[in-house]
């Protein structure tokens, strides 16, 4: 079993800046993807951005230039540097991991951490 926790959330204004961090602990091995995820009310879960072992970095279109996703295998931590926040980012944003074990892929998600963005 893996264990996701999530920092850093909070309520800033248009254009303000939040550091999103996840570490993970528990039964950690064979770990291909760690990334974020968000979902706003009404919406589905989408993807913000992830990043494989070998460095494969992929991002929504609506957040390219302003979220960098950065990850440290040793550690098995992941974070995400959310810049120019916008209203639209307003979501609960999760957690992600992804272990590629023999019977199958499994997926974790943090609790998840709010993120508000408001005048």
Request: charged share 20%; hydrophobic share 30%.
């Amino acid at each position: 079993q893996v264990q996701l926790v999530e920092s850093g959330g909070g309520l800033v204004q248009p254009g303000g800046s939040l550091r999103l961090s996840c570490a993970a602990s528990g039964s950690i091995f064979a770990i291909n993807v760690m990334g974020w995820y968000r979902q706003a009310p009404g919406n589905q879960r989408e993807l913000v951005a992830t990043r494989t072992n070998g460095g494969f970095t992929n991002y929504a279109d609506s957040v390219k230039g302003r979220f960098t996703i950065s990850r440290d295998n040793n550690k098995n931590t992941v974070s995400l540097q959310m810049n120019s926040l916008k209203p639209e980012d307003t979501a609960v944003y999760y957690c992600n991991l992804e272990q590629d074990r023999l019977a199958g892929r499994r997926d974790y998600w943090g609790q998840g951490t709010q993120v508000t963005v408001s005048s």
